[in-house]
């Protein structure tokens, strides 16, 4: 370990830059929330369709920023990843110096480097998704709030509210950061004199106000309801509307429990696990510090909210049969933000524990105090690496290449605004064209027939297994098609493009 914060802090970041770039060029096909919500918000922007773009269901600062960043890259896929990506590589910034102030220098360094080379935390700032954007503003929110609880200066209060608004502004779930501060100022933090309290909270309010109350305003206008998104009210989220008679109460929150939890230990690594429980294990015996409660609140602020989301938003079938469920594990990854500091913890107690039993062996003789330490550290650390990195730098949809191809090929073929048919809307975006999204299982022949002809579809893009999984629907395809061309690679899938007159 370096003893030199500019220098591992210039490590950190070119561990951070490296990983980012080469997982950005590994990166081989959008991502479809990329290609269906945040590029179509930026190009509603770009167009001055402002009305537009705030009507779409997601949060507008992403697409904003890809919408800015697009102004010197035309590629709009292009321009949102570079703005994950650099978001994405300035997280360890937050992350560094709120550990700094809760724990210390070497806890900061280790929890910022595990969060560095995290799977999925890599691998989503390399893509057209919004989740780097809004964890890179989530905990530089998170650090200036508990900097400002530290401090003494009050006005200094009335900027949470805004770091608050931006991350807000990228997820709703941004909202929990004020929430956090509001219930940590109420009944944690100790105050002097009762008036300073309600002073602060006074502030905080006034500037909450301020900053939310005119995109929620026109949430109101649009939706006709109080709700923090367009995609779920704020009933909707608590359960207000009531829970229906067709599922039991208890059987929901089994089920919620369970996919939540399951989704929690699917997005954090087995290494990472084993870790966080030796870090807090350590904390349990040494005493919890003073900002550490400050975190377990909002780990535990952030668990409610996911359970109480996936509780209420679950689409229920018969049978208490969960038809669908809209949660995922990118919605968990606040939660390791939060608690990546035990994870580090946890590395250093490990090393520190193989290291005194290193150092009480007398063999070899000729190994110094310092060179015991230095070859315990790169040891566990080429450890870790082999253990982290392979899913880390796992390529992202080489396999669906094929879906790029053929888009690029029919908008070569016909230009923009192509009527496309096709079980894979990514194709639609590559060719820039118009997307009929169509389900085998659910859409059969005489529906596509009658689709084809009100829409005028000019190609039927579809996987090659489904020629073999769907032989009436594909027989009844090339009567009215022929097919055009076909793509396929080693370790791809097979796409065949038909069209209508050729």
Request: proline fraction near 3%.
């Amino acid at each position: 370990m370096i003893k030199n914060e500019k220098i591992d802090l210039a490590i950190l970041l070119l561990i951070s830059l490296l990983l980012s770039i080469y997982l950005f060029f590994r990166t081989y096909v959008i991502s479809l929330d990329g290609a269906f919500q945040y590029i179509p918000i930026a190009k509603d922007i770009v167009s001055g369709l402002y009305g537009k773009a705030l009507a779409h269901n997601q949060q507008p600062l992403y697409s904003v920023l890809v919408a800015f960043v697009s102004r010197w890259v035309s590629d709009y896929e292009l321009a949102g990843k570079l703005v994950s990506t650099i978001f994405g590589i300035l997280i360890i910034f937050p992350v560094y110096f709120l550990g700094k102030r809760i724990f210390d220098e070497r806890v900061a360094l280790f929890s910022s480097f595990f969060l560095a080379i995290h799977p999925y935390i890599r691998r989503f700032s390399a893509d057209v998704l919004k989740e780097s954007t809004y964890l890179f503003l989530f905990a530089t929110a998170i650090w200036f709030a508990w900097r400002t609880i530290q401090g003494e200066k009050k006005y200094l209060y009335l900027f949470i509210p805004l770091l608050s608004a931006l991350a807000f502004l990228v997820r709703p779930d941004g909202v929990e950061i004020l929430i956090g501060v509001f219930l940590y100022v109420l009944f944690i933090k100790k105050f002097s004199a009762s008036k300073e309290k309600w002073t602060i909270i006074l502030l905080l309010f006034l500037s909450s106000a301020l900053l939310f109350l005119p995109y929620l305003i026109h949430l109101k206008e649009t939706t006709g309801v109080w709700t923090l998104s367009r995609a779920k009210t704020i009933s909707g989220f608590l359960g207000l509307g009531g829970m229906g008679d067709e599922v039991s109460i208890y059987y929901k929150i089994l089920f919620s429990l369970k996919k939540l939890n399951t989704e929690i230990f699917s997005i954090y690594h087995p290494l990472y696990i084993f870790l966080l429980v030796i870090g807090l294990l350590k904390r349990r015996f040494f005493h919890f510090r003073t900002g550490e409660g400050f975190l377990f609140l909002f780990c535990a602020l952030h668990y409610v909210v996911l359970f109480l989301l996936v509780l209420n938003i679950t689409e229920w079938g018969g049978e208490e049969m969960a038809r669908a469920v809209h949660f995922s594990g990118r919605h968990v990854l606040p939660l390791l933000l939060f608690s990546v500091y035990w994870v580090g913890e946890g590395f250093l107690t490990i090393y520190q524990w193989i290291l005194k039993k290193a150092e009480s062996h007398r063999l070899p003789l000729y190994l110094g105090s310092n060179r015991k330490s230095a070859i315990v550290f790169v040891t566990l650390l080429i450890l870790i690496l082999a253990i982290v990195l392979p899913k880390t730098l796992k390529p992202q949809r080489y396999e669906r290449l094929p879906e790029k191809w053929a888009g690029v090929w029919i908008k070569n073929q016909s230009g923009q605004g192509a009527k496309i048919f096709t079980t894979m809307p990514r194709v639609a975006f590559y060719a820039d064209g118009e997307c009929e999204h169509i389900d085998f299982k659910r859409d059969k022949s005489d529906r596509i027939e009658t689709l084809m002809t009100e829409k005028k579809a000019q190609y039927f893009v579809i996987r090659g297994r489904e020629t073999i999984d769907y032989p009436q629907e594909i027989g009844f395809i090339e009567k009215h098609f022929a097919e055009a061309i076909c793509f396929e690679e080693k370790g791809m899938e097979k796409i065949v493009v038909y069209r209508r007159g050729s």
